[in-house]
């Protein structure tokens, strides 16, 4: 499939997202014939949406989040305003009540700001409460990623049309559908795996127990991510949910540290290859993974976990790892390769 293809698979309104990345993988004669009947369209779109500096990125380009290639349901491309190289780093999700409370609020901004001052990307959905709190403190100190559930030149609520341009100069706002989408109330519970699969873990902060946060948790579990949570006052009722995940299972948090201890990451996580611990296991050329790679061959994602023995959910945090330390290359197509050796 080509990446024209893609873009115009994007159009597609009603198009099935269950098992699309095995789909888009095979090269599925129906998502071809789907895009061939949009390509003109898409085009088009791509025209006037570069008019207004919204770029695409489509699933098999090197620049598309590697993070999400390991996800069953991924977008055959993504919309977006901002600087792509954002994907790069590390990131964590922080999401909540929209109608939170203003300790939660503090709290959002406090481990945003914290993670981000690390190098990590702090992922959310620009929505009231909690979300826009979490990209204000990401701000402060570093840069977030907003996925909407409408086009990137819809933002919703609207109000946070400033927060959403004050995020694209430090990182990106980004979505699965194409520009002018409206922001359709089933679009949201959509993006949420987006959110998830974006990210190594999400953190939930102040959740009632019927509250969105509870999706992204839970497409967090399904793409084998960590899932987190904020305790909270008993007696308000308000962080109902979150406390259900505690019961669950999910790791307790009351700073930035006990998330980057948690994921590993006793180190600045972006640190180049040169600065990088020794101790850390996907450091240098002995790094298992790295031996099941040949020199200036491409693998994809699935035929190396197969090799490696291990779920690819669990084994694409460790290549994004290699990748960031020079010791891996993600090229078109999804596919990743060790670089030839230079004299």
Known sequence: MTADEAVALSLVPDLPRVGLTERLYAGDPALVEAASRRRREAGAVRRRAAAQGIGVVAWNDARFPAAL???????PALWYRGALDAFAAPAVAIVGSRAASAVALEIAARLAADLAARGIVVVSGLARGVDSAAHRGALRAGRTIAVLGSG?????????ARLADEIVREGLVVSEYPPGTPPLAF???????????????VVVVEASERSGSLITAACALEQGREVMAVPGNVLSGRNRGAHALIRDGAKIV??????VDDLGWAAAPAAPAATASTDSPVTG??????QLMRAGEAYDLDGLARS????AARLLPRLLELELQGLVQRIEGGRFMRPMRTC
Request: aromatic residues 4%; hydrophobic residues 40%; contains cysteine.
């Open 152 to 160: 990137v030149d819809r933002v919703y609520p609207s109000e946070h």
């Open 187 to 201: 679009h949201f519970p959509m993006r949420n795996r987006l959110i998830s699969g974006l990210s190594r873990a």
């Open 254 to 259: 009351e700073c930035a540290d006990d998330i």
């Open 308 to 311: 490696a023995g291990v779920a």
């Open 69 to 75: 290639l390991a996800t069953s349901d991924m977008p």
């Open 285 to 290: 050329s002995g790094d298992p993974l790295l």
